[in-house]
């Protein structure tokens, strides 16, 4: 008789000890989340067809390690552990939060949202029923409403996500999330943290500037006193920069290696939705939780992308014309970038990747600041909060990588990078002039029912199409 929750599990690299003695945990983890057995075999189906699980070990042992602390974090408060939240936008306040694990192993650190984006909806495909209650009994229907906080909101309320003993919540670029902190806080009576930036900035006051990075930093500082009376012990500036340590100059190095691999390819070696999984799994790690053990996979998995770049294999043909997209594939909806890939489109670059640069000499240097000024400067240099910095990134892109064409997506539910698009547009034109293949497709990151499946592919397979076209004619006109 077929056992899917075992099947699921192998998918994940489980050992057979591992799947003994987790089973009944990770039986546990689908009652809590309304996941069942037939969801345990359409996961396992998805993982092979969008994933790569069924040839690459490193994307099991990625999934799994993924599958692993979604268990925990679902299961944290049932087997008595303090829990520390990073709940969604923000991404690297989960390294930050990390560090509690000097000085308490057993504290559960994650981002739940984040988490049950990449399990539950790309994976499992069933993240309605969370998103449903949200609607019918926190926030107006139709309005455009983030999925983010649909998330947070009704994954707490089905009691998939247990309460936080300390919850952070941002208002750097995202008005919404911190009204949703204050729905959990006085709903579900959890112990919430604000971050908050400079709004008011000056007219030409630079991204990043000391008055920003200091205010930012001072709403730090406050965080990491939180943290210390949750753990009930000090958490230090040496803990916070150890942790950052190991999250920013080894482990997203690490990625870094593999993003390259992706963007130089031919052909492409890993599908667009493994990327886009590992990436955010990666942007969201904790730092010293879990290390190892991510190390480990992405060692694996460089090598075997290494070895089929070597071999020549891929999962286009070779020569596919190669586009950026701009900013992320939905989280739950891996079906999105397959079409293109399907198509003989080599979706190879997201639009920060020339910014991402790890300079280890600057970035030792940069260690030496304070944790929470570190920390602070870190959050406002991220590319994607400044449209002219977005712009120039494609622009970038396009000319070292002899890109084919460019992908623009309007996340219109997000307050930031859903409403820059025609400006990033308008932008590329002005540079690249107006014979680039360019698409603007409306679209959601978290939520894919707030698009039309049929429209999408259609305007995708267009842009294909429209992608190709232009190739074959450079090619023509060249020779």
């Given at each position: 008789m077929?056992?899917?929750?075992?099947?699921?599990?192998?998918?994940?690299?489980?050992?057979?000890k591992e799947i003994q003695k987790e089973m009944p945990r990770v039986k546990r983890f689908f009652e809590k989340t309304g996941l069942n057995e037939e969801d345990a075999k359409r996961g396992k189906d998805r993982l092979i067809n969008y994933y790569q699980c069924g040839e690459l070990r490193g994307m099991r042992m990625h999934i799994g390690a993924l599958m692993k602390w979604t268990v925990d974090i679902v299961l944290a408060k049932e087997e008595g552990k303090k829990t520390m939240w990073n709940e969604l936008p923000q991404g690297m306040n989960s390294a930050y939060l990390g560090a509690v694990h000097f000085v308490d192993s057993?504290?559960?650190?994650?981002?739940?949202?984040?988490?049950?984006?990449?399990?539950?909806?790309?994976?499992?495909?069933?993240?309605?029923?969370?998103?449903?209650?949200?609607?019918?009994?926190?926030?107006?229907?139709?309005?455009?409403?983030?999925?983010?906080?649909?998330?947070?909101?009704?994954?707490?309320?089905?009691?998939?996500i247990p309460p936080g003993d300390l919850t952070i919540m941002q208002g750097i670029y995202c008005d919404e999330a911190p009204k949703t902190g204050e729905l959990i806080e006085h709903v579900f009576g959890e112990r919430v943290f604000y971050i908050n930036r400079c709004q008011d900035e000056y007219l030409f006051e630079p991204p990043g500037g000391e008055r920003q990075v200091a205010y930012l930093a001072g709403a730090y500082e406050l965080l990491q006193q939180e943290m210390s009376?949750?753990?009930?012990?000090?958490?230090?500036?040496?803990?916070?920069?150890?942790?950052?340590?190991?999250?920013?100059?080894?482990?997203?190095?690490?990625?870094?290696?593999?993003?390259?691999?992706?963007?130089?390819?031919?052909?492409?070696?890993?599908?667009?939705?493994?990327?886009?999984?590992?990436?955010?799994?990666?942007?969201?790690?904790?730092g010293k939780p879990g290390f190892e053990e991510r190390m480990e996979a992405l060692q694996v998995l460089y090598d075997e992308l290494k070895g089929m770049v070597d071999r020549g294999e891929g999962i286009t043909e070779k020569g596919a014309p190669k586009i950026i997209y701009a900013p992320m594939l939905p989280f739950?909806?891996?079906?999105?970038?397959?079409?293109?890939?399907?198509?003989?489109?080599?979706?190879?670059?997201?639009?920060?990747?020339?910014?991402?640069?790890?300079?280890?000499?600057?970035?030792?240097?940069?260690?030496?600041?304070?944790?929470?000024?570190?920390?602070?400067?870190?959050?406002?240099?991220?590319?994607?909060?400044?449209?002219?910095?977005?712009?120039?990134?494609?622009?970038?892109?396009?000319?070292?990588?002899e890109i084919d064409?460019?992908?623009?997506?309007?996340?219109?539910?997000?307050?930031?990078?859903?409403?820059?698009?025609?400006?990033?547009?308008?932008?590329?034109?002005?540079?690249?002039?107006?014979?680039?293949?360019?698409a603007v497709l409306d679209y959601d990151i978290y939520d894919n029912r707030y698009y039309n499946h049929e429209q999408a592919r259609t305007r995708l397979e267009s842009f294909a199409e429209m992608v190709k076209s232009a190739k074959q004619s450079r090619a023509k006109f060249a020779a």
């Open positions: 077929r056992n899917s929750y075992k099947e699921f599990m192998e998918i994940c690299d489980y050992t057979e057993n504290i559960v650190v994650g981002s739940p949202g984040l988490n049950f984006f990449n399990i539950l909806g790309g994976v499992f495909g069933k993240l309605d029923h969370m998103w449903t209650w949200a609607e019918e009994n926190f926030f107006t229907q139709g309005v455009a409403h983030c999925a983010c906080n649909f998330t947070v909101a009704g994954g707490r309320a089905l009691g998939a009376k949750v753990a009930g012990a000090e958490i230090t500036d040496e803990m916070v920069k150890q942790n950052l340590m190991n999250y920013y100059l080894v482990e997203q190095a690490k990625i870094k290696e593999i993003e390259d691999l992706r963007v130089m390819s031919d052909p492409q070696v890993l599908r667009v939705q493994a990327w886009n999984l590992l990436w955010i799994f990666h942007v969201f790690s904790p739950v909806d891996p079906e999105y970038g397959k079409v293109l890939e399907d198509a003989g489109i080599n979706v190879c670059c997201n639009e920060v990747y020339s910014t991402q640069v790890v300079n280890v000499e600057q970035s030792m240097a940069f260690m030496a600041l304070p944790a929470p000024m570190l920390f602070a400067s870190m959050w406002l240099s991220v590319p994607l909060l400044y449209v002219h910095t977005r712009g120039d990134s494609i622009v970038q892109n396009y000319k070292q990588l064409g460019i992908l623009l997506l309007a996340h219109y539910a997000c307050r930031i990078i859903g409403s820059d698009m025609i400006m990033v547009k308008e932008f590329v034109r002005k540079e690249l002039g107006p014979d680039v293949p360019l």
